[in-house]
């Protein structure tokens, strides 16, 4: 037996065991006898070359995989599910990022469970196709992900792929882990909706994120949210006059903004976010209205940080995270007008994408740009 024979059996076996197959099934899948299969997991031959293609493509992984003597390679998987896009990315154990995919939202609640698996399978299949599973420790950190029971279902659901380890939680924990990494402080998300996460001795304690309902603001939503009453005020003449509405208008194609109600209903608190950015255009023009919202906004930011825990020295180090951070330049200056002594706060931002957290809390180190 040579080192290649017998590296090709260790992999063929460790597969077909992982995917659940006996030695006959996987010979009908390939149209090859029991025999032949057994033959080559005892290492004596390797597949003759003609089905190499034809074994990789049915167990799902690639011709080298199969051939590979290198058993050290560790890899991982970094999952980030949203309630519009779900992230995949998989680094070898030098942080190279080597596959990354994005498909449609994960959120299981507003989905269901059946159809977050559908979408997992299909990222998980894509970007680990060419990888033994049991080589790969993953991390999914799902939004609605650790709802009632879909936190125990979708662990449940990773494990049976046969991962070297599989952990999952909500995508705030992507998101603290790319603000925070392993150290103390606060990470502040700011995209649809907004929540704040301390890490203190040890301990993380969470701030906020009460949901679309009852959040103070500070988040997508709620700016685009303010925007609609504003505009919708000023069409109905009860309110101040506002570049909005017609930037809302036009958004819409609509020729008045009240009739779009249902589309927005329809659209739900996704469609509202959406309209962050509008504000942000409005508040460069210096509309009035546009402002007061950006700003209001913000005060419900400093409130976030204001409550996280201070270090020893009296400082708070606050990072933020999320889609409105692209702005950062421009909220800065608002969220320390509404801070009591600013000077003790170190706040920044990190526009980086959520996914490498979900690399971080997977093992990955060192991560290079995706």
């Known amino acids: 037996m040579n080192l290649q024979s017998e590296a090709f059996a260790k992999n063929l076996k460790e597969r077909r065991r992982e995917l659940g197959y006996t030695q006959k099934e996987l010979a009908e899948l390939i149209g090859y006898s029991e025999k032949s299969v057994s033959k080559w997991e005892s290492g004596a031959v390797i597949a003759p070359s003609a089905v190499l293609p034809i074994l990789a493509k049915k167990l799902g992984t690639s011709i080298d995989s199969l051939l590979s003597e290198n058993s050290d390679q560790r890899y991982y998987l970094g999952i980030d599910g949203g ?38 399978a299909d990222g998980i299949k894509t970007v680990c196709a060419s990888i033994p599973y049991s080589k790969i420790s993953v991390f999914a950190g799902i939004s609605g992900g650790i709802t009632g029971d879909y936190k125990a279902r979708i662990r449940t659901f990773l494990e049976n792929y046969g991962f ?41 304690v969470r701030n906020g994120g009460y949901g679309y309902l009852f959040d103070d603001g500070g988040s997508g939503f709620a700016i685009g949210r303010d925007a609609l009453i504003a505009a919708l005020n000023f069409e109905e003449g009860r309110g101040e006059q506002t570049v909005l509405l017609e930037k809302l208008r036009e958004s819409l194609g609509a020729e008045k903004l009240i009739d779009s109600l249902g589309t927005l209903y329809k659209g739900g608190k996704r469609t509202t976010a959406s309209f962050a950015p509008i504000v942000f255009s409005a508040f460069k023009e210096g509309d009035a209205v546009a402002t007061r919202i950006i700003d209001e906004n913000m005060r419900a930011i400093a409130r976030l940080i204001e409550n996280a825990p201070r270090s020893a020295d009296g400082r708070v180090r606050a990072v933020l995270v999320g889609g409105l951070v692209k702005e950062f330049r421009l909220l800065l200056p608002l969220i320390k007008k509404h801070l009591k002594d600013a000077d003790k706060y170190d706040i920044s931002a990190n526009t980086g994408a959520p996914i490498y957290g979900a690399l971080m809390l997977a093992g990955a180190e060192n991560i290079k740009e995706i």
């Open 164 to 204: 070297a380890s599989a952990e999952n939680g909500s995508d705030a924990e992507n998101a603290v882990a790319l603000a925070l990494g392993r150290g103390e402080g606060t990470a502040v998300i700011m995209g649809t909706g907004s929540i704040a996460f301390s890490r203190h001795n040890g301990k993380l």
């Open 83 to 120: 309630g519009t896009k779900t992230t995949f990315a998989l680094a070898d154990s030098d942080g190279s990022v080597l596959y990354k995919t994005t498909l449609v939202g994960s959120n299981p609640v507003d989905i269901g469970i059946e159809r977050t698996f559908e979408v997992l």
